[in-house]
């Protein structure tokens, strides 16, 4: 095994002894008994021998002990709420892919009313794309690939359940490969009373 000198002192333990009449010099490690130094040879051919009495695969799994930072996770009664949220509301759709539902700390109804905002900014943003054929292309496509996805659907003006609408604005990166035009919502726009989503 080869390591760097950054470890090297970190394995050391107490535990160091000398061989009489010779240069040898064994030490203990958290790895295994380590063993320096030369040795006197009269032939010209040396032969250089190195043992070890320990498991490789126990040495391995100390080495790993020692390097392991134990963290502990201070919970705080929020992030156990959301925790037991996501184990209780999680699934699988027909693709395999995990979904949940999005989590509010209050009632919806009380975030307020945005829909003529959101519409005010998608209609200000149509007349802009609409200048720049390019990217309205673009843009729809981004759009229909939401719609296909499941991430947005179409809404009617005769709403039976709470909604909240969330203003976007596209955002064109040329420099992405995959994902030159996309839409990003303002996660800085709350309700009037201030409530944020979970």
């Known amino acids: 095994m080869l ?4 470890v090297f002192y970190e394995l050391l333990i107490p535990g160091q002894f000398r061989v009489e009449n010779s240069c040898l010099i064994f030490q203990n490690t958290v790895l295994v008994l380590c063993c320096s130094g030369c040795v ?7 032969v250089h021998c190195v043992f070890s009495t320990n498991d490789l695969d126990y040495s391995i799994r100390k080495f790993w002990e020692i390097e392991a930072v134990e963290t502990e996770l201070n919970k705080n009664s929020e992030a156990v709420i959301s925790e037991g949220y996501f184990q209780k509301n999680r699934s699988r759709d027909e693709s395999g892919r995990y979904t ?3 989590p ?3 009632d919806p109804s009380c975030l307020g009313e945005y829909k003529e905002i959101a519409l005010k900014r998608l209609n200000s943003l149509w007349k802009r794309l609409e200048r720049e054929p390019v990217y309205l292309t673009s843009y729809k496509a981004v759009l229909k690939e939401y719609e296909d996805l499941s ?3 179409e809404m009617t003006d005769q709403e039976s359940q709470v909604a909240y609408y969330k203003p976007h604005r596209r ?3 040329p420099e992405k490969a ?5 839409t990003n919502y303002f996660q800085c726009f709350h309700s009037y009373n201030k409530s944020k989503i979970l």
């Open 178 to 182: 995959a994902t030159k035009l996309r």
């Open 100 to 102: 949940i539902k999005m």
């Open 3 to 6: 390591l760097g000198v950054e």
């Open 104 to 106: 509010l700390k209050e």
């Open 40 to 46: 006197a040879c009269e032939k010209e051919n040396g």
């Open 151 to 153: 991430h947005m659907n």
């Open 171 to 173: 955002v064109y990166g």
